[in-house]
Structure formats: C-alpha cells, structure tokens
C-alpha cells in the first residue's frame, strides 16, 4: 500500500461535490456565474486528476494514493480510498468527460442551467468515489448515489418520453444493486471486514459462490448492459440530453465492467469459471444480435445507444474468456484478453462520449435525431463532417483510432480460447463498420436533403474545442496505447494471480 | 408487595415523567387562565417542558439499568433513546402545526395538552417494567390520540376516522390486556424480569396462548398487516398534524412497547414469536408496498408505505440479537424523522379550506420552491433506501443482522420490497421536479421559524445520512 502525502481522491471526491453545492445554492439567477464556477471546478478537478497518472508508480499492483481512516467506527465501515492500474484511468476518465460536458453545455442549457450543471459535477465526484473506494460499503454509497442526480438529469431536461426513460433506468439499475447489497453484507460476514481487498481469496464453497455471483451478475450486467437485461439503455440515451448521454456512456457503463472486474472475478472466481459459458453467450449475443439491432435503427442516439451495449459485450467477453484460456494454454493469453477489456473500456468511453457530442451538435441545430431528416450535412459543415468520419471509423474499430486497440486484444485472446468465438466477434468488425458507416454515408453524404440541412452551420470554436480533445484521445489510444497498458498491466496479472489462486 | 417488602421509590429516576405531568398540568392552569387566541404562552411552554424532559431523561437516565417504584419502572438507555426520540417528535409536530391549526380553528389549549398526555403516555410506556404499568401508559397515550384525531368536529373525515381509530384501538387494548391476564395467570406476576424467569421454567401452553394475544395488541398498535386496516384511514382524515404525531412518535413508543413486552418480559419464548413476528414482517413487507403503489392521496400512501418500515422494523426485532434490536430502533428513529419532515412539507403546502395532500399537489414543486423540492427529494430518496441519506444505513443495518442470522432469503424479501417502494417513492420526486403544475399549484405559506426547522429536519436527514456513525453509536449502546 502505498500511502498518499496528501489526499488527492478526497480533492477529486469532494471538490466537485461542494462546487456542485455552491451552484446550486446560487441558483439561476445567477446562470453567468453557476457556469464558470462549472467550469473552473470541472477544469480544476481535470487538472488535479492528471496528478494521479503523474504520481503513479507503475510496475506494482499496489494500492496506491491510499487513504483510510473510519468512518463509522462501531460497524468497521472505513473511508477507504486507493487506485491501482485498473481504476486510476477510469478516475482520470470520470474526471475528463465531465469537464468536456460542462464545457459542451456552454449556454445551450437555459431551463434551470445552475441545477443542471450541479448535477453534473455531483456526479463527478461520486464517479471517482465509484472507482476509488476500496470498502465495500463505501462502494456501495457511492455505486447507488449516482442513480439520483442521472436520475433527474433525465427526467428534467429529457426529451419527450423522459419520465418513462428515467423511471425504468432508476428502477433497473436499483433492482439489480440491491440484490449485491445483501451479498456484499454476507460477504463483510464471512470476512469480518468491508475491506474490498480482504473479500478475495475467502476460498468460499461453489454453491455459495455461485449465488454470490448471481448477485453481482444481476449489478453488473443491468450496469454495462448486457443482453438482455439492456433495454433501459436505449430508452435512457435517446431521452437523455446531450451531456446526460455522454457520462451515461463514457462512465456509467464503465462502472457495470469495473465490478466485474473488482468483485466477480476475484471475489468468487470459482463461480465465475462455472458461469463463464453463459458470460461468454451473452457478451457474443450483445456483440452479433445487438450490432443487427444497431443498424435497424432510425435514430441516431437508438443506434450508438445499441452500439455500445455491442462495444460493451467486447469488455465482457475479455473478461470471461481468461478461464478458458488458462485451461487451454496455461496463461499469457489470459493478460492479453484483460487488457483488451480494459483498453475496450477507456476506448470506449472516448468514442460514445465524442458520438453522443457529435449528435447533440446536430440536435441542437436541428431539434431532431432522426436519420431520415439529416443528409449532405458536410456539404454544411465540413470540420463537423470531417470529425463525425473520424469518430465513426473509430467506432467501427478502424486500426489507428482507440477502438481498434481494445477489440483487436480481445479477438486475439479468443482466437486461444475458442476459434468460434473469435469468429462471432470478429463479426463485429463488419457489423460496427456497416451501423456506423451506413448511418454516416446517410447523414453527412449525398445531396443536401432539406431546406433546414442547406441553412446549417459548422461547428463553433466550443464544439470545435470539445470534439477536437476527443479526437486526439482517439488518436492517441489507438496510436499509442502503450502508457495505458504499461498502467494496468502489473494491476491484471495481480488480478489474474489472485483470480488463479482462488481456483 | 406486602408492607414488609415496601421501599420508598427513587423519585429523581422517574424525573422525566413527573416534570412532563406537572408541566402538563402546569399548562392546563395556564392556559385556562389565558385569553390569547393563538394560545402563545401554551405553544412555547409546551416547547419548553419538551426541551427540558430531554435535557432531564438523558442526565438521570442514561448509562442506567435501574428499576423503582418496587420494580414497576426501568431507567435504561434503550428508554432514553426512545423517550429522547418522542420528545423530539413532539417538538417538531408543534413546531410544524401553529399556522395549520390556526387556519383550520383547531389552535386551543386542549391540542398541547392531549399531545403532552399522549406523550407522557409514551414515556410511562417505555419505561413500564410490569405488565399493568405497561397497559397504563399505552391507554394514557391511546385515549389521547382518540381524542386528538377526533378534534376536528365538524369534518366527516375526522369523526370517521376518529371512530375507526377508536373502536379497533379498543379492541386492540382488549386483546392486549387478554393476553396480560393469561401471562399474569401462568406466571403469577405482573413484573417483568419475575414473568422472564418463569417464563423460562414454567410449563408454557398457556404462556404461548397469552403470547398470541400479546402479539396481536402489539401488532395492532403498530399497524402491521394484517392489523393494519385502521391505519390508512386514521391517516387521511385526521388533522395532518395529528397524523404526523401517530405516525412517528407512537411509531416509536410503540417499539418501546414491542422491547418491555416480547423481549424483555417474553424473551425465553423467542423460538415461539419469531415465528408470528416473521409472518407478520413479511405480509407488511408485501402487503404495505403493493397497495401503495395506487394511491392518489399522499397521507395515504405514507400510511401504506409505512407498513414497508414496520416490515424492516419487525426483521429487526425477529432476529432478537442485541445489535438487531439496535439496528430496529434505529430504523423506527430515522424513520419517524424522516417522515415527520415530509408530514412538514404537507402542511407548509396546506391552506385555509385547502389540504395539499392529493399527490398531484406536489406537481412542479421544484418551480415554487426549490429548497423544499430538495428536502423532499432528501427524504423520498432516505425512504427509499438509497445511500447518502440515513434511510440506507437503517435499511443496511437491519438487512445486517438479518443476514447474519442466516435468514437470507428474508433479506432478498426485504430488498425486493425496497425496490417496490422505490417506484411510488420516486413518483413524488417525479411529480416535484419533471411536472408543471395545473395552474398556480400551492405555495409554501408559514412562518420563517416553521421553514427553518423544516428544512434543518430534512437536512438532518441527509447529514446523518452522511456521518451515521454517532447515532449508530448511541442505538448499538443502547442495548449493551
């Protein structure tokens, strides 16, 4: 453990936090101001998280930046907080999307625009909260408490459907963490600890395990989503505004694949090895079926809305082929599909957030996300156009962009686990190709379809700005991802020891 | 009790009771003397005489495990939470009802005294340790009740309500004296700590057959399903106040009761009561939830909603650790703060000739008033159970000691019942927030004071929500 000189989770946790309570006591009255306090704080948070990468010690799978003291005290429950290679990208990309949306929203937002944007950087906070708790129960405080800000994000500046959307996703998401909260209950008693780190190796018998398991499937999979527990996320990404939509995808659906990677795997590894049958059929399920459901589409949040569940099944199916592949080959491919989940996860995060910007930019001249209405937009608007192809290839998993990187990992190991499901979800590289392509060709090709296409403008310096970050994290992951490799790789062949060690 | 035995009672261990009855008659005096119409004088003397119960039980009666009045009274720490709770709930209840009771012509002297009667009910009843001390306190604190929801004469709604009340309260009474009867004839005392000795040796046939009885009254008084029937209707038509104070205050002297009586009194039967607490838990867990889903009054469905509580109340009680009977009384605390709060925001949306109590009242409340938008936010989200506020460490304590007792199954029961709640909870939050009123929508009338302690109470929700650790502390010590 490698303890932190001063507490930079806590800055990252509690600064925004409070910032987003100051905005809302200034209320919006005083929009001008709510909107650079936003800013300055989602700025200043960004910055501070670059301390993370900076001061982290690669090459050990410690706990690093590490903070405990109790909390409440009588029941053991500790404020605990630490980042290892697997969590610390994750903080940094919390922190990351969060200040692209504040900068997005700009002045687009006028109904209540200080409520707004303090939900935005509550959320912040119990985002890195999320990704740094190391007790449970703190986990779990953090894991449920961000149901409520999205929860009013959708259902206040949604679109017309958004109480149903908001309804269902609060309710999906809290039916499945509730069930985890009795296991993580049962678990504190078979440990006599909330230490997150002391669950693993409890070596618990396979039947209890497996509904443990169960439990977490439950959490996690309605998180990521996986089919078929997924349709709250369509409803909820095209009611969603913009910004809602953004850190739905970028972060929320990261939080489902980090349990599984904090909790399932370590936590019951004889279960997730009894499973991984029906891990590995869902997550090729969510990849084919729902990269065909993806092209049906005739809106475009729908579409990226079902293309991530398909980019989702990759990170599980990273996850869940390690056992095969330990049986099979003894090991080195086990990292390999890992990491691929990990990288697909960051990747991820990346590309849906730069696609949701990229329809909002649309929708907000447009007042429309149906594909049917848009065509020869970069007749219009060339920059516009020319990043919406950059990120579409990079949601089709082109080499050079981020999410070539992740899948092709992924693919890779399963080649040694199984030969079919390598096929399945190579399939995706058509499949992605054939959604997001066929979808751009529609939108930005072609003739200028309509009067309202013909009187669109290029994207602004803001946009410019937001969308030109993203495609340099794009760039640069799918370039380069080696610095985040060389990040998370001690952390999973710590998890991989642990994960073998409890079989 | 023969002379040879008679000691003189410890009269300073039993100061919260004796200060809150000469208080009360105090008041009586006062009040009769005095020709303000907005009965000032009564209001804060009342405020006072609550205050300085709390500073007296917590100073002669904390750190305690005493009794007096020859083993007819316990001073105990388990007591002092319970009694500080009840005062505290009265505090709130006439801190939130001046302007409602002055609009509605309901602002006499009789309101403070029936509630300090009531209350001092309440604190006889948990700090009873014989059978016939018991039944005192919780007829003093029923009688009361009676009357209070039945002092709006001329409204239909109060007098049905107040009859319902009543005649099953009545009913209830009886069983629960029934049932003292068989315990007294198999045991052949009426003191507690001699009815759990003998209760351990004694032939038990007829002791379980009192014990039935016994559970029915409790149950009755709480209103746990199936003994709920009164409970949504006393809670719609009576005086929004009146409905406050009977759902948190009595909510709590009712846990006193359940501890003196089954736990204390009846604890070497726990095998035999588990069993009737265990369906009772359950068909409140079920019964309460489902029905509240379809309601349209707001005081309705808090009162369907409250038989979910009484469920995770009872989890508590049936696993019968020490640390699960904290872990209810924690739950029962919080609970009865956080819905006093919202009882609060009904009132402060409430007029002359107008009650906001349809939930379409609550429509758009976030565009009038977004402070009180927010406290309810807090403490919808605090009945729900999600974290952040105190309502996930109540529900997370009891699920705790659920657990441990290896009835997993009750606890996925119990979280299921939780989501259920979620759903109706939520509707309030969507109501506030998502939807635009139908014309003007009722504004926050009242006076600062009112305002302030409302918000505070709802802010204390999510601040012990936050740091629990203290009043964890506190209920986990009560019970050594």
Same mark, same amino acid.
């Given at each position: 453990m490698l303890e932190s000189s001063w507490p930079l989770l806590s800055v990252l946790i509690w600064l925004p936090i409070l910032g987003g309570a100051l905005i809302f006591l200034l209320g919006d009255d005083k929009a001008a101001y709510a909107r650079l306090i936003a800013l300055l704080v989602s700025g200043l948070t960004f910055v501070l998280s670059l301390g993370l990468i900076i001061g982290f010690e690669p090459g050990t799978a410690a706990m690093q930046f590490v903070e405990k003291r109790p909390w409440v005290e009588i029941l053991g429950v500790n404020y605990y907080l630490g980042v290892d290679g697997i969590s610390m990208p994750l903080v940094v990309l919390s922190t990351f999307s969060t200040l692209l949306v504040v900068v997005a929203a700009g002045t687009q937002i006028q109904y209540r625009p200080a409520l707004y944007l303090a939900c935005f950087l509550l959320m912040e906070g119990i985002m890195v909260g999320v990704f740094s708790a190391l007790d449970a129960i703190l986990f779990y405080v953090f894991w449920e408490a961000i149901l409520v800000p999205m929860f009013l994000l959708i259902g206040i500046w949604g679109g017309a459907e958004r109480i149903y959307a908001t309804i269902k996703f609060f309710l999906y998401t809290f039916v499945g963490s509730v069930l985890m909260l009795v296991a993580l209950i049962y678990l504190q008693f078979q *440990?006599?600890?909330?230490d997150i780190l002391e669950m693993y190796g409890l070596g618990l018998p396979l039947a209890t395990q497996i509904w443990l398991f169960v439990a977490f499937l439950l959490a996690f999979a309605i998180k990521v989503p996986m089919w078929p527990v997924h349709t709250w996320l369509p409803d909820a990404h095209v009611q969603a505004p913009t910004g809602g939509s953004v850190i739905l995808a970028a972060i929320l659906l990261k939080i489902g694949g980090y349990g599984f990677v904090r909790f399932a795997l370590p936590i019951v590894p004889e279960a997730s090895m009894e499973l991984d049958w029906l891990m590995i059929t869902l997550s090729l399920i969510a990849v084919v079926y729902i990269g065909f459901v993806a092209m049906m589409q005739q809106d475009m949040k729908k579409l990226i809305a079902y293309s991530s569940i398909a980019h989702m099944g990759f990170v599980t199916l990273g996850f869940f082929i390690i056992f095969e592949i330990v049986v099979r080959t &003894? &090991?080195?491919g086990a990292l390999l599909a890992l990491g691929g989940g990990m990288v697909q996860m960051i990747s991820h995060g990346f590309i849906s957030a730069a696609m949701f910007l990229c329809v909002g930019v649309l929708y907000d001249r447009m007042h429309t996300r149906m594909i049917g209405d848009y065509g020869g937009v970069a007749h219009r608007m060339p920059v516009f156009a020319g990043l919406f192809v950059l990120f579409a290839m990079a949601n089709a998993g082109?080499? &050079?962009?981020? %999410?070539f990187v992740g899948e092709f990992m992924v693919i890779l190991a399963a080649f040694q686990a199984n030969f079919w499901y390598a096929f399945l979800a190579g399939l995706t590289l058509i499949l992605g190709a054939a959604y997001t392509l066929w979808m751009v060709k529609r939108v930005a090709? %072609?003739?200028? *379809?309509?009067d309202k296409v013909a009187a669109l403008e290029d994207v602004d310096t803001r946009e410019k700005i937001v969308l030109g970050a993203l495609a340099v994290a794009v760039l640069w992951l799918g370039l380069w991802p080696a610095p985040l490799i060389n990040i998370m790789e001690p952390s999973l062949a710590h998890l991989l020891e642990v994960v073998a060690d409890g079989l | 009790m023969t002379p040879e035995t008679f000691e003189t009672p410890n009269l300073m261990l039993a100061l919260p009771e004796i200060w809150m009855l000469g208080m009360a008659c105090l008041i009586l005096v006062v009040d009769l003397f005095s020709s303000d119409r907005d009965h000032t004088l009564a209001y804060w003397l009342s405020q006072a005489t609550l205050l300085g119960a709390i500073v007296i039980t917590v100073q002669t009666q904390w750190g305690l495990d005493v009794t007096t009045f020859t083993e007819n009274y316990v001073a105990d720490s388990a007591g002092v939470v319970l009694k500080v709770a009840v005062l505290l709930l009265t505090f709130l209840a006439f801190a939130y009802s001046r302007e409602y009771l002055r609009e509605r012509g309901m602002l006499r002297g009789e309101f403070y005294l029936l509630t300090l009667f009531a209350t001092l009910g309440m604190l006889v009843t948990i700090s009873a340790h014989s059978l016939l001390v018991l039944y005192l306190g919780v007829e003093l604190m029923s009688l009361s009740l009676y009357a209070l929801v039945a002092m709006r004469r001329n409204s239909p709604a109060a007098s049905e309500a107040a009859m319902k009340y009543f005649v099953l309260g009545a009913l209830a009474s009886g069983m629960l004296l029934y049932g003292m009867s068989m315990l007294y004839g198999a045991t052949g005392t009426l003191e507690i700590t001699a009815i759990a000795e003998a209760a351990a040796e004694e032939s038990r046939l007829l002791l379980v057959f009192g014990l039935v009885f016994t559970v029915v009254g409790v149950a009755f008084k709480f209103g746990a399903v199936p003994f709920h029937m009164w409970v949504p209707d006393v809670y719609q038509g009576a005086p929004t106040v009146v409905t406050l104070f009977i759902a948190t205050a009595s909510k709590v002297a009712a846990v006193g009761l359940f501890i003196r009586l089954l736990s204390e009194a009846l604890g070497p039967l726990h095998g035999e009561w588990q069993h009737m607490v265990l369906l009772l838990a359950v068909a409140s867990l079920l019964v309460g939830n489902t029905v509240a889903l379809v309601q349209s009054n707001i005081k309705r469905m808090l009162a369907y909603s409250t038989f979910n509580h009484i469920g995770f109340i009872f989890l508590g009680f049936l696993v019968g650790t020490p640390e699960a009977y904290g872990a209810a009384m924690f739950y029962a605390v919080t609970y009865a703060f956080t819905v006093a709060a919202a009882f609060g925001v009904i009132m402060l949306l409430s007029r002359q000739g107008f009650e906001?109590?349809?939930?379409?009242?609550?429509?758009g409340l976030n565009e009038r008033s977004p402070l009180f938008a927010l406290v309810m936010l807090i403490l919808m989200v605090s009945l729900t159970g999600i974290p952040g506020t105190v309502g996930f460490y109540a529900k997370w304590l009891v699920l705790k000691s659920v657990v441990e007792a290896g009835f997993i199954w009750l606890a996925v029961v119990a979280v299921i019942g939780a989501v259920v709640g979620a759903f109706y909870y939520l509707r309030v939050v969507r109501l506030c927030y998502f939807e635009k009123p139908e014309g003007e929508g009722p504004q926050p009338v009242g006076s600062g004071g009112f305002q302030t302690v409302l918000a505070v109470n709802g802010l204390a929700v999510l601040l012990l929500g936050i740091f629990p650790g203290a009043l964890v502390a506190v209920c986990m010590a009560a019970f050594g």
């Amino acid at each position: 453990m490698l303890e932190s000189s001063w507490p930079l989770l806590s800055v990252l946790i509690w600064l925004p936090i409070l910032g987003g309570a100051l905005i809302f006591l200034l209320g919006d009255d005083k929009a001008a101001y709510a909107r650079l306090i936003a800013l300055l704080v989602s700025g200043l948070t960004f910055v501070l998280s670059l301390g993370l990468i900076i001061g982290f010690e690669p090459g050990t799978a410690a706990m690093q930046f590490v903070e405990k003291r109790p909390w409440v005290e009588i029941l053991g429950v500790n404020y605990y907080l630490g980042v290892d290679g697997i969590s610390m990208p994750l903080v940094v990309l919390s922190t990351f999307s969060t200040l692209l949306v504040v900068v997005a929203a700009g002045t687009q937002i006028q109904y209540r625009p200080a409520l707004y944007l303090a939900c935005f950087l509550l959320m912040e906070g119990i985002m890195v909260g999320v990704f740094s708790a190391l007790d449970a129960i703190l986990f779990y405080v953090f894991w449920e408490a961000i149901l409520v800000p999205m929860f009013l994000l959708i259902g206040i500046w949604g679109g017309a459907e958004r109480i149903y959307a908001t309804i269902k996703f609060f309710l999906y998401t809290f039916v499945g963490s509730v069930l985890m909260l009795v296991a993580l209950i049962y678990l504190q008693f078979q *440990a006599q600890s909330f230490d997150i780190l002391e669950m693993y190796g409890l070596g618990l018998p396979l039947a209890t395990q497996i509904w443990l398991f169960v439990a977490f499937l439950l959490a996690f999979a309605i998180k990521v989503p996986m089919w078929p527990v997924h349709t709250w996320l369509p409803d909820a990404h095209v009611q969603a505004p913009t910004g809602g939509s953004v850190i739905l995808a970028a972060i929320l659906l990261k939080i489902g694949g980090y349990g599984f990677v904090r909790f399932a795997l370590p936590i019951v590894p004889e279960a997730s090895m009894e499973l991984d049958w029906l891990m590995i059929t869902l997550s090729l399920i969510a990849v084919v079926y729902i990269g065909f459901v993806a092209m049906m589409q005739q809106d475009m949040k729908k579409l990226i809305a079902y293309s991530s569940i398909a980019h989702m099944g990759f990170v599980t199916l990273g996850f869940f082929i390690i056992f095969e592949i330990v049986v099979r080959t &003894g &090991g080195d491919g086990a990292l390999l599909a890992l990491g691929g989940g990990m990288v697909q996860m960051i990747s991820h995060g990346f590309i849906s957030a730069a696609m949701f910007l990229c329809v909002g930019v649309l929708y907000d001249r447009m007042h429309t996300r149906m594909i049917g209405d848009y065509g020869g937009v970069a007749h219009r608007m060339p920059v516009f156009a020319g990043l919406f192809v950059l990120f579409a290839m990079a949601n089709a998993g082109l080499p &050079g962009t981020s %999410g070539f990187v992740g899948e092709f990992m992924v693919i890779l190991a399963a080649f040694q686990a199984n030969f079919w499901y390598a096929f399945l979800a190579g399939l995706t590289l058509i499949l992605g190709a054939a959604y997001t392509l066929w979808m751009v060709k529609r939108v930005a090709y %072609g003739e200028v *379809a309509n009067d309202k296409v013909a009187a669109l403008e290029d994207v602004d310096t803001r946009e410019k700005i937001v969308l030109g970050a993203l495609a340099v994290a794009v760039l640069w992951l799918g370039l380069w991802p080696a610095p985040l490799i060389n990040i998370m790789e001690p952390s999973l062949a710590h998890l991989l020891e642990v994960v073998a060690d409890g079989l | 009790m023969t002379p040879e035995t008679f000691e003189t009672p410890n009269l300073m261990l039993a100061l919260p009771e004796i200060w809150m009855l000469g208080m009360a008659c105090l008041i009586l005096v006062v009040d009769l003397f005095s020709s303000d119409r907005d009965h000032t004088l009564a209001y804060w003397l009342s405020q006072a005489t609550l205050l300085g119960a709390i500073v007296i039980t917590v100073q002669t009666q904390w750190g305690l495990d005493v009794t007096t009045f020859t083993e007819n009274y316990v001073a105990d720490s388990a007591g002092v939470v319970l009694k500080v709770a009840v005062l505290l709930l009265t505090f709130l209840a006439f801190a939130y009802s001046r302007e409602y009771l002055r609009e509605r012509g309901m602002l006499r002297g009789e309101f403070y005294l029936l509630t300090l009667f009531a209350t001092l009910g309440m604190l006889v009843t948990i700090s009873a340790h014989s059978l016939l001390v018991l039944y005192l306190g919780v007829e003093l604190m029923s009688l009361s009740l009676y009357a209070l929801v039945a002092m709006r004469r001329n409204s239909p709604a109060a007098s049905e309500a107040a009859m319902k009340y009543f005649v099953l309260g009545a009913l209830a009474s009886g069983m629960l004296l029934y049932g003292m009867s068989m315990l007294y004839g198999a045991t052949g005392t009426l003191e507690i700590t001699a009815i759990a000795e003998a209760a351990a040796e004694e032939s038990r046939l007829l002791l379980v057959f009192g014990l039935v009885f016994t559970v029915v009254g409790v149950a009755f008084k709480f209103g746990a399903v199936p003994f709920h029937m009164w409970v949504p209707d006393v809670y719609q038509g009576a005086p929004t106040v009146v409905t406050l104070f009977i759902a948190t205050a009595s909510k709590v002297a009712a846990v006193g009761l359940f501890i003196r009586l089954l736990s204390e009194a009846l604890g070497p039967l726990h095998g035999e009561w588990q069993h009737m607490v265990l369906l009772l838990a359950v068909a409140s867990l079920l019964v309460g939830n489902t029905v509240a889903l379809v309601q349209s009054n707001i005081k309705r469905m808090l009162a369907y909603s409250t038989f979910n509580h009484i469920g995770f109340i009872f989890l508590g009680f049936l696993v019968g650790t020490p640390e699960a009977y904290g872990a209810a009384m924690f739950y029962a605390v919080t609970y009865a703060f956080t819905v006093a709060a919202a009882f609060g925001v009904i009132m402060l949306l409430s007029r002359q000739g107008f009650e906001a109590e349809n939930l379409d009242d609550f429509k758009g409340l976030n565009e009038r008033s977004p402070l009180f938008a927010l406290v309810m936010l807090i403490l919808m989200v605090s009945l729900t159970g999600i974290p952040g506020t105190v309502g996930f460490y109540a529900k997370w304590l009891v699920l705790k000691s659920v657990v441990e007792a290896g009835f997993i199954w009750l606890a996925v029961v119990a979280v299921i019942g939780a989501v259920v709640g979620a759903f109706y909870y939520l509707r309030v939050v969507r109501l506030c927030y998502f939807e635009k009123p139908e014309g003007e929508g009722p504004q926050p009338v009242g006076s600062g004071g009112f305002q302030t302690v409302l918000a505070v109470n709802g802010l204390a929700v999510l601040l012990l929500g936050i740091f629990p650790g203290a009043l964890v502390a506190v209920c986990m010590a009560a019970f050594g």
